[in-house]
């Protein structure tokens, strides 16, 4: 327990269903999201803790300012301006941060000094004895020690129809490839990446509607595909979809010229 640090560890007992979220403090659409649905979570499932995760939009762990010369270098200055403003905001208004809205519902906060797969963190994880893992914007790959904690499987949200845009920002890369819909998909986390079956999918238009718009969107039906899938689960109810390992493609961070 020396390794890591748990706040507000408080544990509701006697519920049906006990759920450990798996996120990063995402400063900008997370909080809301995550407050949204928390708001629809069904009375019997209770959510015993969230591992909180170093935000890391390209994948992989950077500091603050070599985070913000990437964005500015590859999205230009307007996007830097904007999200500067936004991130400044949200260090203002923090009741819409993660951890304020995790607090909020009581909700402990297990940080790791480790990666989520090493032995310490999995240990804490299993602490609070997870029914289901729910990881939505998680950012590290999964392994099959972790997936096999929770005895009803670990979620993941994916911001994209699968399998077709598997990967990072794949609302990004479905707004450059010209795509007249986008969508989420809810599926159970295997060792690849986004290649498990799909337990709930939605679809969304995109009409003329921007990045920022779409990424919001996308998080609140993302939300409620999650109660859905929590539901279908809680009810025995699951019906799999088809993920195709050798159907789509997978897509990285964008570069500057993209």
């Not at 996120?23 to 999201?33: K, N, R, V």
């Amino acid at each position: 327990m020396n390794r890591f640090f748990i706040m507000r560890l408080i544990v509701k007992k006697g519920t049906i269903m006990n759920i450990v979220f798996i996120t990063q403090d995402e400063p900008f659409y997370l909080g809301s999201a995550i407050e949204y649905l928390m708001v629809r979570m069904h009375k019997d499932v209770c959510v015993s803790g969230c591992v909180l995760l170093p935000p890391s939009p390209s994948g992989r762990r950077q500091s603050f300012f070599t985070k913000a010369w990437e964005t500015y270098r590859i999205f230009g200055a307007n996007f830097f301006v904007h999200y500067t403003y936004r991130f400044i905001l949200s260090k203002i208004r923090t009741c819409k941060r993660v951890t304020s809205v995790l607090a909020k519902y009581h909700i402990p906060i297990l940080f790791l000094k480790e990666n989520i797969n090493n032995p310490n963190s999995l240990a804490a994880i299993k602490q609070l004895s997870p029914d289901l893992l729910v990881s939505i914007q998680g950012n590290q790959i999964f392994k099959d020690a972790l997936i096999k904690i929770a005895a009803k499987g670990c979620l993941n949200l994916h911001s994209a129809i699968l399998p077709k845009y598997r990967g990072l920002m794949p609302t990004f890369w479905a707004l450059k490839n010209g795509e007249k819909e986008t969508g989420v998909s809810v599926f159970y986390v295997d060792e690849g990446i986004d290649t498990g079956p799909i337990i709930v999918q939605r679809k969304v238009p995109i009409k003329k509607r921007n990045l920022d718009w779409l990424i919001k969107e996308t998080k609140q039906i993302g939300m409620d595909a999650i109660l859905e899938a929590i539901r279908l689960i809680f009810n025995g109810d699951v019906r799999l979809l088809p993920n195709p390992r050798n159907e789509g493609n997978y897509f990285g961070f964008p570069k500057r010229e993209m």
